[in-house]
């Protein structure tokens, strides 16, 4: 299997460059895009008007367009890309931590967790209040993440409980705890139960400013702590002993970035719903252009998820005569994709 070639810290900045050319490319596409063809310079005149308050660009420009833009796509479009640059970020967070490539926020269960707590606040129709789905969440995915380092704890040899495969195996089995108590709730939901099945599928439609600035807000926080602590998530990959002689405080570092991939993780299932392979596919696929070091990977993988998951929701909801849900689009075609990039990695 080839390593990938590490990029130089000035092309760095030219690929961030680039990536965020091309997300607010997809951006502007995305806006024209629809049941309504808005022309660009409409938008841009909307946008204009919007920023810096000059009614003069919209004088003539129609009604129902500014409805569009301000008040259906742009709320909807720039959730989107905050939800795909939080779960890559996420992704990537995971697969430094636990050292491996497949890793992702499914594999400690932490999605699963957010899955089940926002379920309990459907089932109590708390959904009309917008703080409860996402604070019941990030409660699920935050007890949840303690319950398996809890469990992949031991006493007798402390370090060994923040070790990949003690984590990796508590995961797995509380996912499949929390995935039977997802399916006994939707058996006691009686008229909800659709709610909670469209809801775990995954969709952006009908997204409010609200959703974008609480997920951009974890985003931000997210963020910051990755790039703090990407210095130290290259140390803990050459391994536990290295790492603490270099000066890693070990426990306390992969805390933090366990919390921090999990809040993003919860935030993005409470507004979104499921949506797989975002967290998983891209930091693996940045990683062949980057190299592994996470300085360079989480802010090409953020700008990346963004792109991407804006472009399969940009087809969902303009190119394919009826709009499917989010997360079965990208399990359809991420799935396959990986599935390739897997194999075509074993056979070098």
């Not at 006994?184 to 959703?211: H, R």
């Not at 140390?235 to 999990?262: C, E, N």
């Not at 472009?311 to 969902?316: E, Y």
Request: glycine share 8%.
């Amino acid at each position: 299997m080839s390593i990938p070639v590490a990029i130089s810290k000035g092309r760095t900045g030219y690929l961030v460059v680039l990536f965020s050319l091309i997300l607010v490319l997809m951006i502007f596409t995305s806006l024209s895009m629809g049941y309504i063809h808005i022309p660009l310079m409409d938008i841009i005149n909307i946008l204009i008007e919007k920023i810096f308050g000059n009614f003069h660009f919209i004088e003539n420009t129609n009604e129902i367009y500014l409805a569009v833009i301000l008040d259906v796509r742009l709320p909807r479009i720039l959730t989107c890309t905050a939800v795909g640059a939080a779960l890559a970020v996420s992704g990537g967070l995971f697969q430094g931590i636990l050292l491996n490539p497949l890793a992702d926020p499914y594999t400690l269960g932490v999605s699963a967790g957010a899955a089940f707590g926002a379920s309990i606040a459907i089932l109590l129709n708390l959904s009309a209040a917008f703080v409860s789905v996402p604070a019941f969440a990030f409660t699920g995915a935050c007890v949840t993440l303690f319950v398996v380092i809890f469990l992949s704890y031991s006493s007798k040899n402390p370090m060994s409980g923040l070790s990949s495969n003690n984590l990796i195996l508590s995961g797995i089995i509380i996912g499949a705890i929390l995935s039977a108590g997802i399916s006994f709730l939707k058996f006691i939901a009686n008229e909800q139960v659709s709610v909670i099945i469209f809801w775990l599928m995954g969709s952006f439609a009908s997204k409010t400013w609200p959703d974008f600035f609480a997920v951009m807000i974890f985003l931000v926080i997210g963020l910051f702590i990755s790039i703090f602590f990407a210095r130290d998530l290259n140390l803990i990959s050459l391994g536990a002993k290295s790492a603490t002689s270099l000066g890693v405080d070990l426990k306390k570092v992969t805390l933090i970035l366990l919390v921090t991939g999990s809040m993003l993780a919860a935030i993005s299932v409470s507004v979104s719903g499921i949506i797989g392979f975002v967290g998983l596919l891209i930091p693996h696929m940045v990683r062949f252009v980057t190299g592994p070091d996470n300085r360079k990977l989480i802010p090409l993988s953020m700008l990346a998820g963004a792109f991407l998951l804006l472009m399969a929701d940009t087809i969902t909801r303009a190119v394919l005569p009826h709009e499917i849900p989010i997360g079965v689009l990208t399990a359809l075609t991420g799935g396959p994709v990986f599935c390739w990039i897997f194999k075509k990695s074993r056979l070098k």
